[in-house]
C-alpha cells in the first residue's frame, strides 16, 4: 500500500499565496507521476496540475502562468505553489501518486492524498 500526506492550505485573501506539499510512503518501487487536482463544492474532481519523473509538467489552463508544480524524486514528495489566488481557486486540493510497487508491470499504484481546504476570500 502506498500512503499520501498532504500538509498546507488554508484560508487566503485574493491575490496571496500558499503552497502545498505531498509525501507518498509505503510500498513504493518507483512513482511515475505525481500531482494534485481539486473539486469545488458542487463540481467534479479536476487536474490541477501534474509533473512525471522526469520533471515534465502539465497544467490547467485555469492556472498556468500562477500555480507551480515541482517534485522532489529522493524524498517522494510533491509540491504545489500557488500564486495571484482567485476566490475560483477555492476546492479541496488531493494529491496523487502513480507508479509501481515492485519491478512487475502488474503492480501498478494509485495512490491519493486526505485533501486540503484551500479557500480563497475576495
Known amino acids: 500500500q502506498v500512503e499520501m500526506v498532504e500538509s498546507g492550505g488554508g484560508l487566503v485573501q485574493a491575490g496571496g499565496s500558499l503552497s502545498l506539499s505531498c509525501v507518498a510512503s509505503?510500498?513504493?518501487?518507483?512513482?511515475?507521476?505525481m500531482g494534485w487536482y481539486r473539486q469545488a463544492p458542487g463540481k467534479q474532481r479536476e487536474l490541477v496540475a501534474t509533473?512525471?519523473?522526469?520533471?515534465?509538467?502539465n497544467y490547467a489552463d485555469s492556472v498556468k502562468g500562477r500555480f507551480t508544480v515541482s517534485r522532489d524524486n529522493a524524498k517522494n514528495t510533491v509540491y504545489l505553489q500557488m500564486n495571484s489566488l482567485k476566490p475560483e481557486d477555492t476546492a479541496v486540493y488531493y494529491c496523487?501518486?502513480?507508479?509501481?510497487?515492485?519491478?512487475?508491470?502488474?503492480?501498478?499504484?494509485?495512490?491519493w492524498g486526505q485533501g486540503t481546504l484551500v479557500t480563497v476570500s475576495s
Open positions: 496523487n501518486a502513480r507508479g509501481y510497487s515492485t519491478y512487475r508491470a502488474r503492480d501498478v499504484f494509485d495512490a
Open positions: 509505503g510500498s513504493i518501487f518507483t512513482i511515475v507521476a
Open positions: 509533473i512525471n519523473s522526469g520533471h515534465a509538467t
